[in-house]
């Protein structure tokens, strides 16, 4: 059940609104105590109109505007000719190399063309993973040895992006949680590492968030964003089951637009966000 059907479904009929019942509503749809507190003081202004119809047009407003418009289908191309260079990163266990992959598969859908890099050397399956996608989808992948060097990696597979005059680079990085400071370190390095063959690369920031996990998603966002100076999103597990609240508690708190979803395993679940969409059918 969606955001917009909880409040339905808990407020049709009464005579009022019951604000503290809404706030925890709100909160359990993980747009989180910031927002939730910024909603429900706007809503109390509505004051006797704050019927369940009126509650949830203003609802739906309010996350359309804090969403804004849907981001361009495609990151757009260098003007130079070199790649455009997609910098991945995630904790463990969000989808982050699927996505990865399912990224590339888009891309290509679109007519263009694209270079991974299996940058996630610390995990073994992680480098076969993406290079048995890559054979499935048809799109080079440059690897290393397991615990090899991740920005070595990159570089590699930038200066492969550039000599086949490639479109587009995407660089997926270990899995890591956001409390390891090494690991945050590492991406750093690989951002230092791209600069050398393209100063303005990666030109794409990203975290992969697993939308089931709520505010957990919100936190991840929150401690990646300094390392990175992200500037997309891309949410996993988004099925429709009203799971999507944290994408519009990331873009009030931080200002990350949502770039694209998952909602399944293949490789074709797989889209561009669209705001009018997200809020109509995912909330």
């Known amino acids: 059940m969606g955001l917009f059907s909880k409040i339905v479904d808990r407020f049709k009929g009464k005579p009022e609104i019951d604000w503290d019942d809404l706030e925890e509503t709100l909160v359990t749809s993980d747009l989180g105590i910031r927002l939730t507190t910024e909603l429900v003081d706007e809503l109390q202004s509505l004051g006797r109109k704050a019927d369940v119809g009126a509650v949830n047009e203003a609802c739906r407003a309010k996350m359309v505007e804090i969403l804004g418009d849907s981001p361009p289908s495609l990151p757009p191309l260098r003007e130079d000719g070199k790649p455009t260079v997609i910098l991945v990163a995630g904790v463990n266990g969000v989808g982050k190399t699927t996505s990865v992959a399912k990224l590339a598969h888009y891309i290509k859908s679109q007519g263009k063309s694209v270079v991974l890099a299996a940058a996630d050397t610390f995990r073994a ?58 690991l945050m370190e590492e991406l750093k390095k690989i951002t230092r590492t791209l600069a050398k063959q393209d100063s303005s690369a990666p030109h794409e920031r990203w975290i992969v968030v697993d939308a089931t996990t709520g505010s957990n998603a919100v936190n991840q966002a929150r401690e990646f964003h300094p390392a990175m100076d992200l500037n997309g999103l891309i949410v996993t597990k988004l099925d429709g089951s009203g799971k999507g609240g944290s994408v519009v508690a990331i873009q009030h708190e931080l200002g990350i637009p949502t770039r694209y979803i998952g909602t399944g395993e293949t490789a074709d679940d797989f889209a561009p966000f669209d705001t009018k969409h997200f809020v109509e059918s995912i909330l």
């Open 125 to 182: 399956a992680a480098i076969e993973q993406l290079t048995i996608w890559g054979e499935r989808i048809d799109v080079p992948v440059v690897t290393t040895r397991y615990q090899g060097d991740p920005s070595g990696v990159c570089f590699e597979a930038h200066q492969q992006a550039i000599a086949t005059g490639a479109d587009y680079l995407i660089c997926d990085t270990a899995g890591r949680l956001h409390t390891r400071h090494n």
